[in-house]
């Protein structure tokens, strides 16, 4: 078993290679996916104008040059890859994002003094962390008091998740150069390569309901937390994208050969077909659309914002 160093460090190498791959256009995408995000989820993005910001496991930098494109006065970006905070610096400069700070560094020990941000971001980093409840301790601490904190952390239920659980010892048993060389057979760009790599192989992954995120924040003094149900703009903004995601899990493992591969194919082959049977019944009238999102997608990603007292 891996000590919480050996984790982060393989965290960090894993997503430093995942975010340097992206090209221009591709990276470039997903600064400006940050303000759709954010708009179609109902906030106000002229609210980060002169406001100091902190992306925490910032990876390449993305949210970072976003923050500062909106007006944000100060923005710092820490991340545990070198390779990703040496990405970012290069993207930020490349996109004229003036006021970024990028540095290395642990988001279980941030090395900013207490009440120091007007915002923080977190997203996609508490469920790859050994002790999220440092980490959200850590998060919360170095927020303003009337500061807020925005976060996108894995649900529960649904289709994909425990598909992703029975994939991930198999997909390590055949290794990452195999599985990342099936993903390019299947002609997937940066982006979607990121997507499968990071739930097949990160060192940890975990979900959350969203009562026990509500406790862990009002244990941490933050109020008002708002879930996001609007500007998903991914795999789970409808059911037939949701079924096009599950068969990219299906894509991978038909492009690998072995006995292993094909006894994921096999797994990945009937969930894809109860996905599309759900879809199917949502489009026929046979099952509600709420009822079928809750059957295929669950509880969905988990996006919020909730803001410190």
Known sequence: MNTPIQTESATGALFGNLFAAYDDASFKFSVDLFERRFRDGGFDVSWFKDKKCLDAGCGGGRYSIAMAHLGASAVDGIDLSELGIADAKRRANDLGAAHVN??????????????????????????????????????????KPGGILYMLVYATEGLRWPLVQMLRPIAQYIGFETIDAAVAKAGMLA????????????????????????????????????????????????????????????????????????TAAAICQSVGDHATRIATDVSAGRLSEADGRTQAIGQGHHRFTASKA
């Not at 995601?245 to 894509?251: K, R, V």
Request: aromatic share 10%.
């Open 102 to 143: 990028f540095q290395v560094g642990s988001v279980a020990a941030l090395p900013y003094a207490d009440s120091t941000f007007d915002c923080v971001i977190a997203s996609g980093v508490l469920m790859h962390t050994t002790d999220p409840v440092k980490v959200l301790s850590e998060l919360c601490r170095v927020i």
């Open 191 to 262: 982006p979607r390569r990121r997507t499968y790599l990071d739930d097949l192989f990160v060192p940890c992954i975990d979900f959350y309901t969203w009562q026990c995120l509500e406790g862990m924040l009002k244990a941490n003094g933050l109020e008002n937390a708002t879930r996001w149900t609007r500007g998903r703009l991914d795999q789970e903004e409808t059911l037939g994208t949701y079924v096009k995601d599950l068969s990219g899990f299906l894509e991978v493992f038909q492009a690998v050969p072995g006995d292993a591969a094909r």
